[in-house]
């Protein structure tokens, strides 16, 4: 097949393409650096051109509620329009787990509209939602740093390594679409709390972690389900403290 993944340059979307082009696929991988815009429409058309299946795994430069409202819209809508006029046949995005739970955080409430926009845009469709990454801790440790103080949610997380998100999307590229939503995630449920205590402890960081159940995630507060999946989701086998243990032996 010849599949087009926007966002092919990030986390995820590297690894996918080399993912698939290792099972033999033709692969673009489409972004601002290589020519293509989802938000001017820039290289798009060119880029969809005899694609069978077109993977969105971009994300917003800026988490500002109206600029990532305003990103996803305007690029799901571009991508829909060229996918329609290069006649795909499959339509794949990445979202998040909790997408449609968490209404007050401006990011998932862009994400819900991207999805929106897909179910309704006419071409055969998947979406994966995935849990939290295991490389996000050190974002969500700094979103949540007060001097030397950390403050972060007890609620619920069910962290999931990228390769195994990944692994997951690829699956779904090379299936037939099925017009629904699908999840993946980790192996293990914890607090959010506990998950970047380890962080914090293992990478030896002198920061002080303070559980708190009213800790806002990312402008939101979580409870146990806010950021789990459900009772069919696809789920890793990689559990954190061995993941994370891998990548200080690397550094």
Same mark, same amino acid.
């Given at each position: ?6 966002? =092919?340059?990030?986390?995820i979307g590297s690894k996918l ?25 820039? =290289? ?13 795994? #971009?994300? #917003? ?13 305007? #690029? ?9 006029? @290069? ?10 787990? =909790? ?35 295991? $490389? ?16 972060? #949610?007890t609620g619920g997380i069910q ?7 990944? @692994? ?14 699908? $999840?993946?995630? =980790?192996? $293990? ?21 303070? @559980?708190?159940?009213? @800790? ?24 954190? $403290? ?10």
């Amino acid at each position: 097949m010849k599949i087009t993944v926007i966002g =092919g340059t990030g986390l995820i979307g590297s690894k996918l393409v080399n993912q698939l082009r290792q099972l033999g696929h033709t692969v673009l991988a489409a972004s601002p650096n290589s020519g293509v815009n989802t938000i001017t429409g820039e =290289g798009l058309n060119e880029a969809l051109k005899d694609a069978d299946v077109v993977v969105d795994v #971009s994300n #917003s430069p800026s988490f500002e509620d109206e600029a990532v409202m305003d990103f996803f819209q305007t #690029s799901t809508l571009n991508l829909l329009s060229a996918a329609t006029y @290069a006649n795909v046949k499959h339509y794949v995005a990445l979202s998040i787990v =909790g997408t449609d739970r968490l209404p007050g955080s401006g990011y998932l409430r862009a994400k819900n509209r991207q999805e929106d926009l897909i179910k309704h845009g006419g071409i055969p469709y998947t979406i994966l939602r995935s849990t939290q990454f295991f $490389e996000f801790a050190g974002r969500i440790a700094e979103e949540g740093t007060n001097g030397n103080e950390v403050h972060i #949610s007890t609620g619920g997380i069910q962290p999931i390594a990228s390769d195994e998100t990944v @692994a997951a999307l690829a699956d779904i590229v090379v299936s037939q679409p099925l017009n629904g939503i699908v $999840e993946v995630g =980790g192996p $293990e449920r914890m607090p959010m709390s506990e998950f970047i205590r380890y962080y914090l402890d293992i990478t030896e960081d002198p920061r002080q972690l303070v @559980a708190d159940m009213h @800790a806002l995630y990312f402008g939101v507060e979580l409870n146990d389900t806010s950021l789990v999946t459900g009772d069919h989701a696809r789920l890793g086998k990689i559990k954190y $403290e061995d993941w994370l243990s891998k990548q200080l032996m690397k550094a």
